[in-house]
């Protein structure tokens, strides 16, 4: 199974201020096909999990531009610019390159100071 | 309008089972494969399974931690998804969420509210 491993597992931060989630795999997410099956998902209160991210970089429909992924390979990284309020909530990275089983980071707990 | 609608969730005793649902509407629900992730309560995001369509012969896929206590199916004419839980376990207490992949390749870009399996004597 790939292990996805999460840092930090929580962050308080200030609005207006950036935060930054790492996520790391146990083996390449990039396919054959060219595409690297990363993905970044937030879960507000209460709400199932909504996708932020596809594919690294790529904002899913909606997402705030304040939103940033990166990274390639086993190392990835989700960017808030500036923080709001409306932001809190787990943040979980995703690898769907090898199933079964899909795995999921431990999760990222971000919470307003 | 996508809509995914999760139902069945109960309070059962370890060694029974339970069969959950899932109703979708607003997409082409023949064409889609369906997944299950659950959580448990204050705990993270773990893939079950998930079952392909009938152009992709109907194959299903499980985690380790259930496989040979779950099955995953399907009912197009009705535009239902279903996981049968099978001699439960206090560690499957959980919400379970079906999910989808309509827009994007692998991954799940809409999610039902879940339901909720609660196992205990």
């Known amino acids: 199974d790939i292990v996805m491993t999460q840092t930090p597992l929580s962050l308080s931060v200030t609005p207006g201020q950036p935060a930054s989630i790492s996520c790391k795999s146990s083996?390449?997410?990039?396919?054959?096909?060219?595409?690297?099956?990363l993905f970044w998902y937030l879960q507000k209160p209460g709400q199932p999990p909504q996708l932020l991210m596809y594919?690294?970089?790529n904002r899913f429909s909606g997402v705030p531009d304040r939103f940033s992924g990166s990274g390639s390979g086993t190392d990835f990284t989700l960017k808030i610019s500036r923080v709001e309020a409306e932001d809190v909530g787990v943040y979980y990275c995703?690898?769907?390159?090898?199933?079964?089983?899909?795995?999921f980071g431990q999760g990222t707990r971000l919470e307003i100071k | 309008e996508v809509q995914l609608v999760e139902s069945g969730g109960d309070l059962v005793q370890p060694g029974g089972s339970l069969k959950l649902s899932c109703a979708a509407s607003?997409?082409?629900?023949?064409?889609?494969?369906m997944h299950w992730v659950r959580q448990a309560s204050g705990k993270g995001l773990e893939w079950v399974g998930r079952?392909?369509?009938?152009?992709?012969?109907?194959?299903?896929a499980y985690a380790a931690s259930v496989k040979g206590r779950v099955t995953i199916s399907r009912d197009d004419s009705k535009s239902m998804a279903y996981i049968q839980l099978n001699s439960l376990k206090t560690e499957d207490t959980a919400k379970y969420y079906c999910?989808?992949?309509?827009?994007?390749?692998?991954?799940?870009?809409?999610w039902g509210q879940g339901t909720l399996v609660t196992v205990s004597s």
């Open positions: 999910t989808t992949s309509l827009r994007l390749q692998r991954s799940f870009d809409y």
């Open positions: 607003g997409f082409t629900f023949s064409d889609s494969a």
């Open positions: 079952i392909r369509s009938k152009a992709n012969s109907y194959t299903t």
């Open positions: 083996q390449s997410l990039l396919h054959s096909d060219g595409k690297t099956y």
């Open positions: 594919e690294v970089s």
């Open positions: 995703m690898q769907s390159i090898q199933l079964p089983p899909i795995t």
